[in-house]
T-cell receptor, first 112, second 114 residues
């Protein structure tokens, strides 16, 4: 596709359930970023990949959050044992090696 | 530590009137500054960016922003607002060596009235 694609667009999880959020970056983009956007807030950085290497995971809020990009393309953000405070929109962005990042539409996660 | 402040949570403006959104930053070096717009259910779209050089930056959709180092500000302006400009606007500082790691402000919600 032409842009960054995220799936699912909406996810409702029961507290304690594990979830996996997918990001398909723009083809050829080497860098991939995950952000968490709580209601009424700006996005907050979670983690960053360059190809398959996770170069920065300083924003992951707890060890329940895990991200991977095994083949340097599609990425998955996994949240284990979801809590209500995990409810947010999760945004993915990708960028070429020298160029601006493009954002996907996000996945809205609601933990009930 | 770097930070980005958008003092106005919510702004209401009449269609055809001018718009200015404020952004103040705290950063140790010369910052890379950005403005993004987010419409409901949509991702973030880049309006404009400042890296260096001319402090008045032109962007898409008729927006411009001015970098003022002395005031640590990067305010966004549009001379005449259209109803389609209703959205949330985020100011951001480039936060690392990569092109996609940002620190965002909390956003300003813009409502456009007829």
């Amino acid at each position: 596709g032409a842009g960054v694609s995220q799936s699912p667009r909406y996810k409702v999880a029961k507290r304690g359930q594990d979830v996996a959020l997918r990001c398909d970056p723009i083809s050829g983009h080497v860098s991939l970023f995950w952000y968490q956007q709580a209601l009424g807030q700006g996005p907050e950085f979670l983690t960053y990949f360059q190809n398959e290497a996770q170069l920065d995971k300083s924003g992951l809020p707890s060890d329940r959050f895990f991200a991977e990009r095994p083949e340097g393309s599609v990425s998955t953000l996994k949240i284990q044992r979801t809590q209500q405070e995990d409810s947010a929109v999760y945004l993915c962005a990708s960028s070429p090696s020298q160029g601006m990042a493009f954002f996907g539409q996000g996945t809205r996660l609601t933990v009930v | 530590a770097q930070s980005v402040t958008q003092p106005d949570i919510h702004i209401t403006v009449s269609e055809g009137a001018s718009l200015e959104l404020r952004c103040n930053y705290s950063y140790g070096a010369t910052p890379y500054l950005f403005w993004y717009v987010q419409s409901p259910g949509q991702g973030l779209q880049l309006l404009l960016k400042y890296f260096s050089g001319d402090t008045l930056v032109q962007g898409i959709k008729g927006f411009e922003a001015e970098f003022k180092r002395s005031q640590s500000s990067f305010n966004l302006r549009k001379p005449s607002v259209h109803w389609s400009d209703a959205a949330e606007y985020f100011c951001a500082v480039g936060a690392g060596d990569s092109w996609g790691k940002f620190q965002f402000g909390a956003g300003t919600q813009v409502v456009v009235t007829p």
